[in-house]
């Protein structure tokens, strides 16, 4: 059998290993879950099983430790070995999985820290879609001059900012991509943190730190608001902060090309950090 497209064993009390063969198939979908399985998972599945979009594998007794063979598995959308018994540290290559919507690993036996390398994971458009309730106009928060940003809600019911890319405008893809190859290098109290994006071939957007006081600009001009002395010190010292890390923090000098109250957030705390608009790396 050279080519199988689906395979659905869930829920019939197999037990033993996983067969060797699996591995050998060009199937697109694998459920095995609330079974019996035990032992390791053969080696040959991650290596010859690139195809695979979809792998449930959760509430068997499969042990052992993931191989960093499992980041070459770059088909894959949906994993799940929640449930079982790996032990060992989580591997680095999962980070290379960036078709990945939903991934799950708990309860499990994993040890050490979260890979750095998950933070390269992005978040797919599907979820960015219903996060944002299809880029409603009641969340949208912001606009600037290479997109809007909108506030949405992501897996377990995180609170994010989503700065949308507008493709018609010239050099917004190349923005795009310079901000996430200088933001994955850079972190500080001050800066709002990139926690992912979402891209294609004609969409692309970065999901940020969601900052419920909003804007400099707001409170500085707003009727309603007000910052006393005291705070607007310590909003010139946390920008005064943000800046001196990016120009002299790190190996590389960056510049941020845009800096004004409306670029400049105000977390839950009242502190002032510096968003992500457009940044040179000189």
């Known amino acids: ?140 928060i912001g606009r600037g001059g290479l997109g809007l940003v909108y506030r949405g809600t992501l897996q377990a019911e995180n609170i994010v900012a989503v700065k949308v890319f507008n493709t018609e405008v010239q050099d917004a893809f190349r923005g795009f991509d310079l901000e996430c190859e200088v933001l994955r290098n850079i972190r500080h109290r001050n800066l709002v943190k990139v926690i992912s994006s979402c891209a294609n071939l004609d969409f692309k957007a970065l999901v940020l730190e969601y900052m419920p006081n909003g804007d400099l600009d707001y409170w500085l001009y707003s009727h309603n608001n007000f910052l006393d002395l005291n705070r607007r010190l310590k909003a010139m010292i946390d920008v005064a902060s943000a800046m001196e890390y990016l120009h002299e923090g790190h190996s590389f000098v960056v510049i941020h090309c845009d800096l004004k109250p409306s670029n400049i957030l105000l977390d839950e705390d009242m502190v002032a950090r510096v968003s992500v608009l457009v940044y040179q790396n000189l």
């Open 1 to 140: 059998m050279d080519v199988l497209y689906r395979i659905d064993l869930s829920a019939n009390k197999p037990s033993g290993e996983i067969p060797s063969c699996l591995g050998d198939l060009s199937s697109l979908g694998e459920h095995l879950y609330s079974n019996a399985l035990s032992s390791i998972i053969p080696p040959s599945f991650w290596s010859t099983n690139k195809d695979i979009s979809i792998l449930r594998l959760s509430s068997n007794f499969l042990n052992g430790s993931l191989p960093l063979g499992i980041g070459s598995v770059r088909s894959l959308s949906i994993l799940d070995l929640s449930r079982n018994q790996f032990s060992g540290e989580i591997p680095s290559t999962m980070g290379q999985l960036q078709n990945l919507v939903s991934l799950s690993l708990s309860m499990n036996n994993f040890e050490g820290l979260i890979p750095q390398s998950f933070g390269d994971l992005r978040i797919s458009y599907y979820e960015v879609v219903r996060g944002t309730n299809n880029f409603d106009e009641a969340n949208l």
